[in-house]
């Protein structure tokens, strides 16, 4: 469905047509009368014919209108924060996430928090990283600071649950190394804008 | 250098057309930092020399490009901070220094409190101009506690540079780096002042300078601490937390007697466990520099305590049947108060042993000087001094900012020094070259005065006895050395070609026996100087010094004639121009000193606080009833700057305090800190409340913390000296009680970055020669220790640590830090 009409807010000058409506009646008898016409003129039948080829066309000719929630669900806008999800590298599986501890910085409700260490490999190695859904607001700000595209928002809208702290822990947010596959770029909250290469300057390089 | 702010010495500059008035002979980057005006700056330290390493301070001093950290000012002067060649030549620096840096902020311990981003951003560099090929560069962990990553290091040569200048170990050095040559087109094409900074940086890295790849320091991290990026950790900090996660504790060191100012960084120690932890300690490095103690030496609190009901009744009772309470002077000033009060109203003996003999040195030297306290500190030291003396302390052990200040004034100064020391150390010897140590035997500290008096005081102010008594040592001897003189000799030769005799002159050299007159003097010989060179080397070091001073240590507290000691130190400042420090054995140790009215000995049922006794206190978690460590409190601490200085409590503390003891037995305030106000007047204590009290630094570099204690003076006549016997040197086989370097207490021996063992040391010879294990014994008795060598150290007496209370090492000494033993291999 096109947006234009509701873009045109200039009431006055668009062709309205006046609804072909008789006289309601006066007496009761014509009331009556009125009432009497319109039950049993049949209409029902055909309100109930449509239904019934619908019925048919949605069950037999795959023709179907409506989504089997909670077994299917829509596609979701990927500017829309649910749970957050941890992404891994695609070429390694390594998690992207590098315990440089911004979001735990920005977070306005201050619900994230992480322990990192410094592990054989001289690196930083991200220890322990939990998010306190208790008290997350899903605003967003963590996936916009996150340097690595590491912490997003997921499609995961539906967040009752008896205790939220189960969705809190990093291997529970961390894509599964066996659905590496099916990771998805992320392209809401944070993520680079289409014309980034264009704002880049280039560093010269001596190799 | 020199502090004081008078009319006479100030200067009026001109800084971007502002006026301001400057200490002359100032550098115009510290002129412009005492008046708020900022200059970049990365590579300057403020009391070490200028490196001109990073070329950015930059700035046009009347017409003239000049380095701020190294001109300095005139009257008159017009300084201007930018100009467009100047932002242009600053911002080619920022990109030089950022070819190549690894983009890890992210991971970066630094980040936050990061130089290298910090001038990056001031600078606008948001594109990069310059390339070169990278060098390899591994991570290294040059000690148990200093972790490198040369991958960051941005070679500014600070750490090089406050390792030589202010902490005297010269242990790093810069290295070859074995990077590519600087493409040739840049030098045309780049601002000047970059290009020669680029230049250095591409040939250098950081190394340690004995050419192994350890360390052979102190280890007191200093180097961390002014490290401008991430280059230098400390290992156990790598990757912990980011800087702006701590929360930052002012406080004070409580292991030396500095009283250094610190921070405790402190943030929950993880997801699970969300108990605040100490993860470093940071300080105003500008202003301060700590020892490996104050730096790592943190974690050594009364973890877990909690109000135990039962001991605290039976702590009550046991104070209540004490003859004597016995602490140490690891305590706050309150406390000291409160056994005070305590001694008044109960009737209790103080008994401490570490700080007794040092409060009856005072007592003697209050005396015979007519003054309360000492004349100067480190710090005045450090800024006014060109001559230092020390007399009775292992400098590198006993008092770590004393250490800095007498090598300072070497760097900095261009000063010389006395070390007067039985104990040989190679480390003292090379702070400067104008210093002479002297290994004498111990014993003759007494000594070591007279020839202080008799090189620096006013004859006509010495009394006549005392004058005798020194010309007494003095003897002139002829002697007959041998020369080594040029002799021109004539002689006949004949000429092979003509035949004929010719006449040849000829340089012969020869020696020649000549008769001399030496001037000698005694006390030079006694003190095992060569009193032949000395005289000379003495005039060299004399040359175009101004400002004296002379201090004073341990040794000399814990020492038979300690109240002529005493006295002579009163004799010295009264007729020399020598400045005067003492450091107090510990910690508080003047505090307790001045607060305490303390026993010389303990009797009937003791309770010990953080000591040996019969019932006991304890801040490290092993006594009948938990007390809240140095970190787990508030209160205030009386340093070796004769300043009352506030602590604060880093980590939550759930158990009982002396405080509530003292409420029960005697009746106390609310608060620990509602004592402070209370603390003697009469010693120069002031009335003034904990919350009251400052705590920083300005930023020209004075010290805000605290107040200072007001210091009596009253006339007194010249003390009158007794002469020394020179049979009271010690011969032998001698152990002197001393801790190694980090090491002052039970608690520093608790914290897990302090590694320095719990033994005996020697120097490798004697190390070598005693073998593993030794047992010690003493008149008292004897200790069984490990042996540990110090390639620092010299000759054959050993040093015995002190530092575990429990081990009683005070008790074997007595009196007297020098004792002969017998050492026996096990």
């Known amino acids: 469905m096109g947006l234009e009409q509701f873009k045109n807010r200039n009431v006055g000058t668009q062709e309205y047509r006046v609804l072909d409506l008789q006289e309601s009646p006066k007496t009761p008898m014509a009331k009556f009368a009125q009432v009497a016409k319109r039950t049993f003129k049949g209409e029902l039948f055909v309100g109930l014919g449509v239904t019934v080829r619908e019925m048919f066309n949605a069950l037999f000719r795959g023709q179907m209108h409506t989504v089997k929630y909670p077994l299917e669900k829509l596609p979701i806008s990927p500017r829309y924060r649910a749970i957050h999800e941890m992404l891994r590298l695609l070429e390694s599986g390594h998690y992207r996430c590098i315990g440089c501890g911004l979001c735990e910085k920005i977070c306005i409700s201050n619900c994230i928090s992480m322990d990192t260490r410094y592990d054989e490999n001289q690196r930083k190695e991200v220890s322990e990283y939990t998010i306190n859904f208790g008290r997350c607001i899903f605003c967003g700000y963590c996936a916009e600071v996150c340097p690595e595209l590491a912490i997003v928002h997921g499609p995961r809208y539906e967040t009752a649950s008896e205790q939220r702290a189960s969705f809190s822990l990093f291997e529970d947010m961390l894509t599964p190394i066996d659905k590496l596959s099916l990771q998805q770029e992320y392209d809401g909250f944070g993520a680079v804008s289409p014309n980034a290469d264009e704002n880049i300057k280039k560093t010269p390089l001596a190799y | ?826």
């Open chain 2, 1 to 826: 250098m020199s502090e004081v702010k008078t009319v006479e010495n100030m200067v009026n500059i001109k800084i971007d057309g502002v006026e301001y008035q400057a200490v002359e002979g100032e550098y115009i980057l510290n002129a412009a930092r005492a008046n708020e005006v900022f200059i970049p700056a990365i590579c300057y330290l403020t009391r070490c020399s200028p490196t001109l390493a990073c070329r950015i301070c930059l700035v046009e001093a009347d017409g003239k490009q000049v380095y701020a950290c190294n001109a300095k000012v005139k009257e008159g002067m017009e300084i201007t901070v930018n100009t467009p060649n100047i932002l242009e030549e600053r911002r080619a620096i920022m990109e030089v220094y950022d070819v190549n840096h690894p983009l890890q902020c992210g991971v970066c311990d630094k980040s936050g409190e990061c130089e290298l981003q910090n001038y990056t951003l001031e600078l606008n560099v948001d594109s990069q101009s310059y390339a070169i090929p990278d060098t390899k560069r591994e991570v290294q962990n040059w000690s148990s506690v200093l972790h490198y990553d040369p991958g960051l290091c941005i070679v500014c040569e600070r750490c090089t540079t406050v390792c030589k200048d202010m902490i005297g170990d010269a242990a790093i050095t810069t290295t070859k780096r074995g990077g590519e040559d600087i493409d040739k087109a840049f030098k045309e094409s780049m601002p000047k002042d970059a290009y020669a900074m680029w230049n250095k940086l591409q040939k250098s890295l950081i190394a340690p300078s004995n050419g192994t790849d350890q360390t052979n320091c102190s280890d007191c991290g200093e180097c961390i601490a002014v490290c401008p990026v991430g280059a230098l950790v400390s290992r156990d900090f790598v990757y912990q937390s980011n800087a702006w996660d701590l929360k930052r504790v002012p406080a004070v060191s409580a292991h030396s007697s500095d009283g250094f100012a610190i921070y405790y960084e402190t943030k929950p120690r993880s997801i699970e466990d969300r108990r605040e932890k100490i993860f470093r300690v940071t300080n105003e490095w500008n202003y301060v520099s700590l020892d490996g103690a104050a730096r790592f030496a943190y974690d050594f609190e009364n973890e877990d305590a909690t109000k135990d009901e039962a001991a605290f009744n039976a702590a009550v009772e046991a104070f209540k049947k004490a003859g004597t309470i016995r602490f140490n002077s690891v305590i706050t000033n309150e406390e000291a108060l409160m056994l005070q009060t305590l001694k008044e109203k109960m009737g209790v003996k103080l008994y401490n042993p570490e700080v007794r003999a040092f409060q009856k040195f005072l007592n003697h030297y209050q005396a015979a000087s007519g003054r309360s306290l000492w004349s100067t500190d480190t710090d005045t030291i450090m800024k006014r001094a060109d001559f230092v003396i020390s007399v009775g302390s292992a400098l590198r052990n006993d008092s770590p900012g004393m250490k800095y200040a007498f090598n300072n004034v070497q760097k900095l100064n261009k000063g010389a020094g006395l070390y007067f020391h039985p104990i040989g150390d190679t480390l003292i010897s090379s702070f400067g070259k104008s210093i002479e140590c002297f290994n004498h035997k111990p014993g003759l500290e007494e000594a070591a005065l007279y020839l202080i008096l008799d090189l620096f005081a006013d004859v006509q102010k010495l009394p006549e006895e005392v004058k005798a008594y020194i010309d007494s040592f003095k003897t002139s001897e002829t002697k007959t050395i041998k020369e080594k003189v040029e002799k021109t000799v004539k002689e006949m030769v004949k000429n092979e070609e003509t035949g004929e005799e010719e006449e040849v002159s000829k340089k012969v050299k020869e020696t020649v026996e000549k008769e001399i007159t030496v001037e000698k003097n005694g006390l030079v010989d006694l003190l095992g100087g060569d009193s032949e060179n000395f005289a000379d080397a003495f005039d060299k070091m004399m040359k175009k010094k101004e400002s004296f001073s002379m201090m004073v240590g341990e040794d000399l507290y814990f020492h038979e004639k300690a109240e002529n000691i005493a006295k002579l130190i009163a004799l010295i400042e009264a007729t020399t121009s020598i400045d005067v420090v003492m450091a107090p054995p510990k910690s508080n140790a003047l505090g307790v000193a001045l607060i305490c009215d303390l026993d010389d000995e303990a009797t009937g049922y003791t309770v010990g606080y953080n000591e040996n006794g019969d019932f006991r206190l304890s801040a490290l978690g092993n006594g009948d009833l938990d007390m809240p460590a140095m970190n787990q409190q508030e209160g205030t601490f009386t340093t070796m700057s004769k300043r009352v200085v506030p602590t604060n409590a880093a980590l939550p503390y759930d158990g009982y305090e002396l405080n509530d003891l003292m409420k029960v037995l005697v009746g106390a305030p609310e608060l620990t800190i509602d004592w402070t106000p209370m603390l003697p007047t009469q010693k120069g204590y002031k009335a003034v409340a904990f919350d009251d009290l400052p705590y920083g630094y300005s930023n020209d570099g004075r010290e805000n913390r605290g107040y200072l204690l007001d210091i009596t003076s009253t006339e007194a006549a010249l003390p009158t000296v007794e002469k020394f016997a020179e049979s009271a040197a010690l011969e032998g086989e001698i152990a002197y009680r001393c801790n190694p370097a980090r090491q002052f207490n039970d608690f520093t021996d608790k914290s897990h970055e302090i590694f320095e063992a719990f033994g005996v040391y020697a120097s490798t010879a004697k190390a070598e020669e005693l073998g593993e294990r030794v047992e010690i014994m003493f008149d008292k008795g004897s200790i069984v220790m490990d042996v540990i060598a110090d390639e620092k150290m010299e000759g054959d007496i050993v040093k015995v640590s002190d530092f575990r209370a429990a081990a009683g090492i005070y008790d074997l000494f007595g009196g007297s830090r020098y004792k002969n033993v017998t050492i026996k291999k096990v």
